[in-house]
């Protein structure tokens, strides 16, 4: 009832006040029609009466001329008729002309004019017309018509509007409540629908009334909102380690298969004389997937590159691991001399790895090269699928090496959850344009159910690629790609370390490290040092770091003789010709300033181009005054991660790229441009001079961060994910066949 009076009051009203207005408009147009009509008429009887009267006045009958008047006034609308002479004497009258009306007070008309004179009876309406015959003018006739059936017909068509307006409010009242009612009825069954029989539409979707989609959309939102609060509710309460991604694996994914593909595998082996040694690999990804792998007792498919791996597999190229408690299966797949070729160094890192990265290093793409891209693909998701003991196993597939493995394993294994996480940057969409074989990799990329990238950016640089190349549909909203019917959700999951990292377990105390690093370089004890640790890669701004530290001399020549720089740089990918080269320049700038700046028993720039350990490098990080990463274009950046993790006593300033993933995460470090050379070296003198005090502030700032946001809340996030997608998708086939069951 009171939905109905919403929607009839303000009805009325406006009715109401149309009807006030509309009244005495149709009262002024009634007066006004009718007194066109007497006009009309009293002109019609002068024409009649004209000749005749001309005939008795001439004549001077007046009893003639009466019954002539009596005559005329027979009709019923027609109440008197006076004739007056040229000096305006009254000479004859009907009886019932009025006394007021006198031939002086009608002077003023014109002939052939009117007017409506109101008398205490009602209004009366005059026309004075000129009586004339032969030429000879014999008076004015005055014809009195009575206006009182105008006055009442004007109150009876105001009733009559009235009961117009009373029947169409009560008309349109009754229509409006009953559609109102019906549409409410229905809108609210669509509802009801969406949130208790069926659950949320598909936000594309065209099963509901149109009139429905912006509150499935405003539903989705809240949806989205509520499910995100949740998850960080849900993360934030949970202390991210191993045993926290066993016990996920055991509530959420419960039974269900896991197989990991990457192209460098967990565990190596290598001869070394007469022995097989196992090497851990220090790595990131194994530190966060083992512990996965060691709770599911899955398969981690990856290249087979150790001196003795061959010798320690069996018939189906499995080995068990870890060696001292195996609880897992390695899958190493072989690659001849030029898959590995052209796999590996051609298109993964001669094309894919310079496209991803700004480095302003030319990408260089061959045909054999992406023909063995391909064929190496097919041979991994081949494995993929000769493992998968159920049709819907959950495939984690590690970097760009494998683009184009989800949408082949998902051929195969069309139920399977495949998590796609790309390690390196994606690049714009002009950038990416230039692959030959853009659309195949983006094709392969969607085959998986998720693509995990480090930051929002380089999923929405990924997104904009597919909106250009691909018949695609994009949801923004939920960041998810609708293609060939199935639906890929692109989502960030910012790598981190493991917290805390085992390499420090038998690390000196920092003061130790100190002084043994010094004494490892022949430098006094109060030498100040910078350390940088990478592969010997362009993408990771070395000279750039190195002309930063000439300039750093140059413009604060006090630090010259107190101030060290050692660079760690392993070798990398030295078959290809970019790598050799980039080698050199390294070795020449190094060589110059040290020329320049460097004495007997001081070397401003220590290069050390071989491969550390992993304990080496920790103990160079907590020797170090500051670290410094200049990365050109980088995804995350662990090196960063791994020296605030080594510090721990709180000292040490942290310099970094502001193109690595990591800056958005460390503020507190000093973020600069690394093509901006005297920024740099401003960066370098601020840390040399940064108090203990602001360095232990900044520090501890960041080592929270990072022990809150680690390795396995990396891999954890991707398999709640996993299992919410997995969870969804078995509801939803439980509601279509309950639907199939009841129609």
Known sequence: MRLSLRFILPLLLVLGVVAYSVVPLVDSLTLKWFTRDLESRSKLLVSTMEVPLSELVASRSRTKIFAYFHKVIQDERLYALGFCDMQQHLLYQTLTYPDQLSCESLAHLAPGSSEVVNFSQGPLHVVVATIQSGGKVHGRLMLVHDMSFVHQRSTDTKWYVFYLFVGLATLISGVTV??????????????????????????????????????AQDLHA??????????????SQITWSPNSLKTILHEHLSGDEILIVSNRQPYIHNRRGQKIEVQLPASGLVSALEPVMRACSGVWIAHGNGSADREVVDGRDHVRVPPDHPSYDIRRIWMSPDEESGFYYGFSNEGLWP?????????????????????????????????????????????????????????????????????????NAE??????????????????????????????????????????RIDRDTSTVSYGGRLTAVNPYPISIEWPSRWLENQRPVPDCRVHIRERHAMGQDRLVGIGVDRLDYTKGIIERFLAVERLFELQPEWVGTFSFIQIAAPSRTIIDQYQHFHDQVYALAERINKRFGREGYEPIVLKVKHHEPPDVYEYYRAADLCFVTSLHDGMNLVAKEFIAARDDDQGVLILSQFTGAAQELPEALVVNPYDIDQCAAALHMALSMTPKEQRARMRSMRGLIQEFNVYRWAGRMLMDAARMRRRIRVMKQVGQASGRVR
């Not at 196993?393 to 139920?415: I, S, T, W």
């Not at 195949?440 to 693509?451: A, K, N, P, R, T």
């Open 222 to 235: 809240l949806v989205r909102e509520l499910e995100a609060d949740r998850r960080m509710r849900d993360e």
């Open 355 to 427: 496209l991803c990265h700004n480095a302003h290093v030319r990408p260089t793409f061959r045909t054999s090269d992406w023909e063995q891209y391909v064929a190496v693909n097919g041979r991994f998701a081949q494995a993929v699928v000769e493992e998968a003991k159920t049709d819907d196993p959950v495939v984690l597939v590690q970097d760009y090496h494998f683009a184009l493995l989800p949408k082949m394993v998902r051929e195969k294994l069309p139920n399977a959850t495949i998590i796609m996480f790309w390690h390196i940057p994606w690049p």
């Open 431 to 472: 950038s990416y344009g230039i692959c030959p074989w853009r659309q195949e990799i983006l094709e392969g990329l969607l085959g998986s159910s998720i693509v995990g990238f480090h930051t929002r950016e380089h999923g929405n640089h990924f997104l904009y690629c597919i909106d250009r190349i691909l018949e695609a």
């Open 178 to 215: 009953l559609v109102a009612h019906l549409s409410w009825r229905g809108w609210v069954a669509g509802v009801r629908a969406m949130l208790t029989n069926t659950g949320l539409p598909p936000e594309a979707g065209q099963s509901h009334s149109p009139e429905l989609h912006p509150v």
